[in-house]
């Protein structure tokens, strides 16, 4: 008795579903290459096909769209800085200095690292330490060693980039 119910129920449901993709009017749809992949509906067959779009059947599109700014929302701060904040010519000054006082500052800590790192390098053959009797700590050690300088190196460079950028 249950089972004849259940069967029923679901000869209805599929029944009405049969029903309404039967009557609802089919739109082709289709997806398009690029960059930003287009998913349409809004083409012919021609112009499908002269556009090398493929039709996309038996699967479900969902669009999502994004929310529209309310009114009264205010502009990103950066666009409405831009205008009406001009900075004083001897505060500029000011600020420039003191960033070229921190990147020089900066600078030499990264030369001493660097200092001490080679003369730690040893041209590639640092003394052995007590704790490295197995020889594979030894080398490992001395590929880290080897990473830091370059680390370091590429840090001082990218630095003195720094320092060419801001004014004397």
Do not use: F, H
């Not at 679901?10 to 398009?32: F, H, I, K």
């Not at 600078?107 to 001490?116: P, S």
């Not at 040893?122 to 030894?138: A, D, S, T």
């Amino acid at each position: 008795m249950i089972r004849r119910l259940v069967i029923g129920i679901a000869a209805t449901v599929l029944g009405g579903l049969a029903w309404a993709q039967a009557s609802a009017p089919s739109a082709n749809v289709y997806r398009c290459p690029g960059p930003p992949v287009l998913y349409t509906d809004a083409m012919s067959v021609t112009e499908a096909r002269e556009k090398g779009c493929r039709l996309v059947e038996g699967t479900p599109i969902t669009v999502i769209q994004m929310p529209r700014p309310k009114a009264g929302v205010a502009a990103p701060a950066s666009a409405a800085r831009a205008a009406d904040s001009k900075v004083d010519p001897s505060a500029q000054r000011q600020r420039d200095a003191d960033a070229r006082r921190i990147l020089e500052d900066e600078l030499r800590r990264e030369e001493e690292k660097l200092a001490a790192l080679k003369l730690e390098y040893n041209n590639g053959e640092p003394e052995r330490r007590g704790e490295e009797r197995n020889y594979q700590r030894y080398l490992d050690r001395v590929s880290s060693l080897k990473a830091s300088i370059t680390r370091t190196d590429s840090d001082i460079a990218a630095i003195k980039r720094e320092l060419a950028k801001i004014a004397p």
